[in-house]
């Protein structure tokens, strides 16, 4: 039989394409194309650009799009296939303490799921299928050779924030905790308590505590966790209480030892766009936070680069901020 010459442009006319990444895992090799133009299974990693620092991991449902950014800097994109209808991937603010480089699915016949990484319930990020639309049970599926370097990058307490638009990032510096004003010597004291911590690390027999941080505007209150469990709860004042909070999402980076400050990852949640982030916005947000000042000093005590902090209107109800693999919050209503 002759054969005939096979062209990329003859493959996507046929339809075939995504088939053939499907069948293929999505292992596709990376490519230079600008974000808006992959193709199901393709993806860029460049993981020079940021060698060190906490990682985050974003996914945008609409876009069927996956961002890691590491000390705020964005490393990787590449298309996922989320959860098909009846089956939605859940939207809302996770972390991944759960990790298995080959896990065998129980619910579906040990179906092979390699480079998991559990965010909520069975959903995870994990190497699958990628036809260029929703079709998984609920978890994020990723080019197979892009699962398998996320997998490696990741720390214990990754945030993953998965929302129905892009997601914005940008970058924070501030002398206070969360971004609120104190003087020299206290703000050393508490940053003290942060300078020399490294990254939460995720090899057997390593573990350390992953610490988050949730504030509801509802309850005016603020709870901390530490691998999901409630570690701290206080009430704690508002400024303007009648005014919303909005959404928020806050990694710490760490601390600049020159000018003693925290330098933080701001999430602009549901933006748009990748850089659509108000800074001002930012911190006038969490410049409204009252926190006591003996709360203010256990929380301090216990930041860790890579610590996350999140700002929400919702009420914080167990049911949306704990879970066995560490629900910072969810919005059932859609992030």
């Not at 961002?67 to 298309?79: A, D, E, K, L, M």
């Not at 972390?95 to 319930?121: I, R, T």
């Amino acid at each position: 039989m002759t054969r005939g010459k096979i062209t990329r442009r003859g493959i996507l006319a046929s339809g075939g394409a995504a088939a053939l990444i499907a069948a293929n895992g999505g292992s596709f090799a990376q490519t230079e194309k600008p974000v808006t133009d992959l193709k199901p299974g393709e993806w860029t990693w460049y993981p020079e650009r940021a060698l060190e620092g906490p990682v985050a991991v974003l996914v945008s449902l609409s876009d069927q799009l996956a961002f890691v950014y590491r000390n705020g800097i964005r490393i990787g994109v590449s298309t996922v296939s989320t959860g098909r209808k009846g089956y939605e991937t859940p939207t809302g603010v996770f972390s991944v303490l759960s990790k298995e480089k080959m896990h065998l699915s129980k619910a579906y016949n040990n179906a092979e799921m390699p480079d998991s990484q559990f965010f909520f319930g069975g959903c995870a990020l994990h190497a699958g299928g990628l036809p260029g639309y929703p079709s998984s049970h609920g978890c994020v599926h990723l080019p197979k050779a892009f699962a398998d370097l996320v997998f490696g990058v990741t720390h214990n307490g990754t945030p993953v924030i998965v929302t129905k638009a892009r997601s914005g990032i940008g970058s924070l510096s501030h002398s206070g905790l969360v971004l609120t004003s104190s003087d020299l010597k206290a703000v050393e004291t508490m940053t003290g308590h942060v300078a020399g911590k490294s990254l939460p690390r995720d090899k057997s027999g390593e573990k350390d505590d992953a610490f988050a941080i949730v504030v509801s505007g509802a309850d005016s209150r603020l709870i901390a966790l530490k691998n999901g469990k409630e570690f701290i709860s206080a009430d704690i004042g508002i400024e303007h209480p009648r005014l919303p909070l909005g959404t928020h999402v806050y990694l710490l980076k760490g601390i600049n030892p020159a000018t003693h400050v925290y330098d933080w990852m701001a999430v602009g949640l549901g933006t748009g766009h990748e850089t659509a982030v108000d800074v001002q916005r930012e911190i006038a947000a969490t410049a409204r936070l009252m926190i006591p000042p003996n709360v203010y000093q256990k929380i301090a005590r216990n930041l860790h680069p890579g610590a996350t902090m999140m700002l929400t209107d919702l009420p914080a109800h167990p049911e949306t901020r704990s879970a066995t693999d560490f629900v910072i919050m969810r919005d059932s209503a859609g992030v």
